[in-house]
């Protein structure tokens, strides 16, 4: 047992090279050890060790663990009868990004085992959508000018927010704290630097004014916020000098509606002005429409979503069991055009809301640019929802979580565009049983990489009426574990179909073929969308195991907060 390095070399390929950079050798590190350090670094409060046995799994008692940043001990714990070992590590802000090391026994010891805190690919937290190191930081510096662009000779005027973050609380620094200050311009030199202080509100501020000869291009703002000799947080802002001349005319864009739904007429009307008065008249114009995936939300009113409780309004595909419809939210050109405005300095652009093939509302952002007769251009844009039709299906489960065998309930509703409810809407409902594949393949790169394929199969159809509140349910068993997606599909006065969906996940004792990821990640699915204080959390963990295995468990916040070793029976079991 002990750390190994594996190196590679091809004189050959690198002598063929043109480029004199290429690496002459490639280099990996191979732990041999019988045992495995899992590693959780808190960045404020205890870091924590889970020594296992590679062999069967188990945990490690009494294993004494040390924990290292560049060749300095920073902590010794042993090990549990979980095979976990706590410690603080007291890491300062400024060291957050270097690795820090937990190994176990000496090189040649049977119970060597050693990890580092960068060894985690695939399973970082920002691969969760978790931001690990926001709770480090401590100190923000928010720094921005009162417009974007100014012409030499002009005055700039900046301001700056400051917030110190201590016990998990934001602050205002001291009043009279100090800051230096620089402003560069686009060729890099320092055309301002001087200290600022902090006022009681923790704000900085100033002004600068531009030379005339004031080089045009971007210019930057910096300033640090230092901790005795350590700078722990940086505040910078960008802005723009141009030697621009200001527009001659405006130019109005109104849609005659704030929103449209399939099928309707679109007309947006467009007004040329000149800033002195009288219309801009027989003036070049072009305009291009802009498509973009739409998310409808219910606004949490009086008559709106109940508190605490989420609908899911995202369409489905009954031909695409993989189908997303936020996979690319930018969605391209829809038309484009050219006119001329009228005798008013007018000019109106009327067109179909029609979205085709698309199973999602869209939003469409409509971009106007008139020319003048000395040919300055100006430019402005609407921008409008073209909804599916004319009332949206909501789907909430009551628990995203069932047990196989065990009821689910799902609340129904129908809303319109505008978030009123739409009563009495008659609803086909179908449930589908979500059946992974997963193989492991070699690609043409002679790695070995799982390719997951879904088939959905309908376990349970039915019909749902809203009433005149737009309320509704349903309820189905699902049979085994697994997940379930729920749709709903109905058609509005116009003809036009309306389709939602939600997904509900049912836990087993046994084995669920969950879908099999390039990754080591155990994607959890907790039973509610928003707990409250002294509520408790159903947790599902699909996993791909089966037989009996140990996992752990931690709450974190900055730090571990609180873990536990327990047993998992199946692969669909609950925590």
Do not use: C
Request: glycine letters at 8%; a negative charge; hydrophobic letters at 35%.
């Amino acid at each position: 047992p002990g750390i190994y390095m594996l190196e590679v070399r091809d004189p050959v390929s690198v002598a063929a090279s043109s480029n004199p950079n290429w690496p002459a050798k490639q280099r990996a590190v191979i732990v041999l050890s019988d045992n495995n350090i899992t590693f959780k670094r808190g960045s404020q409060g205890e870091s924590m060790a889970w020594v296992t046995d590679l062999r069967n799994g188990q945990p490690v008692a009494g294993a004494e663990v040390t924990f290292h940043r560049r060749f300095e001990e920073l902590a010794t714990a042993t090990t549990d009868a979980d095979g976990l070992a706590r410690a603080s590590l007291n890491l300062p802000a400024a060291d957050q990004y270097i690795p820090v090391f937990a190994a176990s026994g000496q090189p040649g010891d049977a119970n060597f085992a050693v990890v580092s805190s960068d060894w985690a690919s695939g399973i970082e937290p920002w691969s969760f959508n978790l931001n690990s190191y926001g709770t480090s930081e401590q100190a923000v510096i928010n720094l921005y000018t009162e417009r974007p662009i100014y012409q030499p000779g002009q005055t700039v005027y900046w301001k700056g927010i400051v917030r110190l973050l201590q016990a998990d609380e934001w602050t205002l620094p001291q009043a009279g704290e100090a800051f230096q200050l620089r402003i560069n311009d686009t060729l890099g030199n320092v055309v301002l630097e001087r200290t600022y202080t902090a006022d009681e509100f923790g704000t900085i501020h100033g002004e600068f004014t531009l030379a005339p000869d004031a080089p045009t291009g971007w210019y930057g703002i910096n300033t640090e916020y230092r901790q005795g000799e350590a700078t722990v947080a940086y505040g910078s802002a960008n802005f723009v000098v141009a030697a621009y001349v200001k527009p001659e005319f405006q130019i109005d864009v109104q849609s005659e509606q704030p929103e449209y739904v399939q099928g309707d007429t679109i007309r947006v009307n467009v007004q040329a002005s000149y800033f002195s008065g009288g219309p801009l008249v027989e003036a070049p114009v072009e305009w291009r429409l802009i498509a973009n995936t739409y998310s409808f939300t219910w606004a949490d009113t009086s008559d709106g979503a109940p508190e605490g409780r989420f609908y899911s309004f995202d369409p489905f595909d009954p031909d695409q069991a993989a189908y997303n419809p936020y996979e690319n939210s930018y969605l391209g050109l829809v038309q484009e055009g050219k006119g001329t405005t009228d005798a008013q300095g007018r000019f109106t652009i009327e067109l179909p809301a029609d979205l085709g093939a698309s199973l999602a509302s869209q939003s469409w952002s409509l971009d106007v640019i008139i020319t003048s007769p000395t040919s300055q251009q100006v430019y402005n844009n609407v921008t409008f929802p073209v909804h599916r039709g004319e009332y949206y299906i909501g789907l909430s489960p009551t628990s995203y979580v069932v047990q196989a065998g065990e009821q689910a309930q799902v609340d129904v509703v129908t809303v319109t565009p505008e978030g009123e409810r739409q009563p009495n809407a008659d609803l086909d409902v179908v449930v589908y049983e979500f059946r992974w594949n997963s193989v492991y393949e070699r690609a043409e790169d002679g790695n070995f990489y799982w390719q997951t394929t879904a088939e959905r199969t309908p376990v349970y159809t039915t019909t749902v009426s809203t009433d005149a509140n737009g309320d509704g349910a349903l309820a189905f068993t699902p049979e085994k574990g697994g997940q379930y997606q729920v749709t709903a599909q109905g058609t509005d006065a116009a003809g036009n179909t309306i389709r939602s969906a939600a997904f509900v996940w049912a836990a087993d004792s046994g084995y669920v073929a969950w879908p099999r990821e390039n990754n080591d990640r155990i994607e959890l699915v907790a039973d509610k969308r928003l707990y409250a204080p002294g509520d408790t959390a159903k947790i599902l963990v699909p996993n791909p195991f089966t037989g009996t295995v140990q996992a752990l468990i931690t709450l974190e916040r900055g730090g571990v907060m609180d873990a536990r070793v327990i047993e998992l029976t199946g692969s669909g079991q609950t925590v």
